[in-house]
């Protein structure tokens, strides 16, 4: 596989559950990001890892947490959600958190709804 | 001020007509700049970046204007499948020691046969 994978690639979840998302990168780079995109808003960056360490959380609230056990794989754990939570998640990487000139590679993303 | 504006559209074009989109920027320390397409429920791809002394891929071309803090993209031959969203992406310090990209809302458009 290349580029950066995402699964599930839809999820249906009520607010008391648990669940993961899930994002792989076979491209090498040392940066990943998890990123939320809501109807009419403009993506918004949620958590910035860079060698596997959190560098940056743009006041994510507690019910999503990260977790970047290697550099090619990043997981966002979600329990007790809200409707408000339903958007699209998506995963990107990059080379490094740097001025850099090539951009971010996207996943594919999960649209998760919660019921 | 928001980070990242631009015109929310829709642009409904015919097919070969030239579309331009605008785009303007807040943070004057921002050192990356780029196009993204976004096609309707995928993810954003990038389309191309931008640089002051201007770039052109086929039949788009892109222009960055440092000192207005403003960027543009030009769509020349209008064709069907250049109906997407169009995201003006700034690659902005954070201020903690990472840069991170900042988008705008995006502008659709539609080319209409």
């Known amino acids: 596989e290349t580029g950066v994978t995402q699964t599930p690639r839809h999820l249906v979840m009520g607010m008391t559950n648990k669940k993961s998302l899930k994002c792989e990168q076979h491209l090498g780079h040392n940066a990943m990001y998890w990123y939320k995109q809501s109807a009419k808003k403009p993506l918004e960056l949620m958590f910035v890892?860079?060698?596997?360490?959190?560098?940056e959380n743009n006041s994510v609230p507690s019910r999503f947490s990260p977790e970047c056990p290697n550099s090619s794989h990043l997981f966002l754990h979600l329990h007790t959600l809200q409707p408000e939570d339903s958007a699209l998640y998506l995963c990107a990487s990059s080379q490094d958190i740097g001025p850099q000139p090539y951009g971010y590679t996207f996943g594919s993303g999960t649209r998760l709804t919660v019921v | 001020r928001k980070e990242v504006e631009q015109d929310p559209g829709p642009f409904n074009v015919p097919e070969g007509a030239t579309v331009a989109f605008n785009c303007t920027y807040s943070?004057?320390?921002?050192?990356?700049f780029f196009w993204y397409r976004q096609d309707c429920r995928k993810e954003p791809k990038l389309l191309m970046s931008?640089?002051?002394s201007g770039n052109e891929d086929g039949r788009f071309t892109a222009q960055l204007n440092r000192a207005s803090q403003y960027i543009s993209l030009l769509i020349r031959d209008s064709k069907l499948s250049d109906s997407a969203t169009y995201l003006c992406?700034?690659?902005?310090?954070?201020?903690?020691?990472?840069?991170?990209?900042?988008f705008g809302k995006g502008t659709k458009l539609s080319v209409i046969p």
């Open positions: 943070n004057s320390a921002s050192q990356s």
């Open positions: 992406v700034v690659n902005m310090d954070s201020g903690a020691g990472s840069y991170q990209l900042t």
């Open positions: 890892y860079s060698l596997e360490e959190r560098v």
């Open positions: 931008v640089y002051s």
